[in-house]
């Protein structure tokens, strides 16, 4: 008979797989006394969360990205893909943006990092089961900072007529006597160019300048 938790609701089965032991035996412990789960299944790689989603038809697969046989990317893509109802929710250490848009693109229902307190993983594994989007902060404002793509690159009125002289051919001493400026604040103006547009010398800045329009071809 299934146990039926303190809410009266049946508790949420739950299959763990990861590679490290002593990193599941700490789950299985940190979950195993909420009375709202049932851990269910144990794997160490990918290839055995999959059988045991197809075996036992979890509510929720928490797994590794990173494991032998099979990744958790690899295990999430079949899971989703199969009959089960199974939610995947990643649990990792690794918050690359191509970790994570490998994740979030294999079809996981939540992406959150092996730093997150027991509260915050009892709750994201509930929200996770009623199929709500869980996502560690970190990973979040990742999501949202390359969905924004990169800031516009803008420069000063006066950056832009040090960097027009630079594309003239002018060294930093003829700047300055056309800017009336010392030539010590032509070269701040160009170490911030630089800095902007990513570059290391002065003819890289001029061609980037052009290419991306800050800078009229000549």
């Keep these: 008979m299934t146990p039926i938790s303190a809410a009266g609701a049946a508790p949420l089965r739950i ?17 195993g006394c909420e009375p709202t789960f049932d851990i269910v ?3 160490s790689n990918g290839r055995e969360a999959v059988a045991l989603v197809e075996r036992l038809s979890p ?5 590794d990205l990173r494991m032998p046989v099979l990744d958790g ?3 999430t893509t079949e899971i989703v893909a199969g009959p089960s109802p199974t939610r995947v929710l990643i649990l990792t250490t690794y918050d690359t943006d191509a970790d994570i848009e490998r994740g979030v693109e294999a079809g ?3 992406y959150l990092l092996k730093d ?12 996770a089961s009623r199929g709500e989007t869980v996502l560690a902060p970190r990973v979040a404002q990742r999501l949202v900072a390359r969905m924004r793509g990169p800031a516009p690159v803008t420069l000063t009125a006066r950056e832009s007529d040090v960097l027009e ?7 930093n001493g003829e ?3 056309r800017l009336f400026i010392g030539e010590a604040t032509v070269k701040t103006h160009l170490l911030r160019v630089f800095a902007k547009l990513d570059v290391n010398d002065r003819t890289r800045a001029v061609v980037v300048a052009m290419n991306t329009g800050l800078l009229k071809r000549r």
């Design 15 to 31: 299959v763990l797989a990861d590679d490290h032991t002593v990193m599941r035996a700490g789950l299985v412990a940190l979950l």
């Design 41 to 43: 299944g144990e794997a």
């Design 59 to 63: 509510d929720v697969a928490l797994l």
């Design 73 to 75: 990317v690899g295990a």
């Design 108 to 110: 996981a229902t939540g």
């Design 116 to 127: 997150a307190t027991r509260e915050q993983l009892v709750e994201a594994i509930h929200a």
């Design 165 to 171: 002289a630079v594309a003239d051919g002018l060294s």
């Design 175 to 177: 700047i300055g006597r």
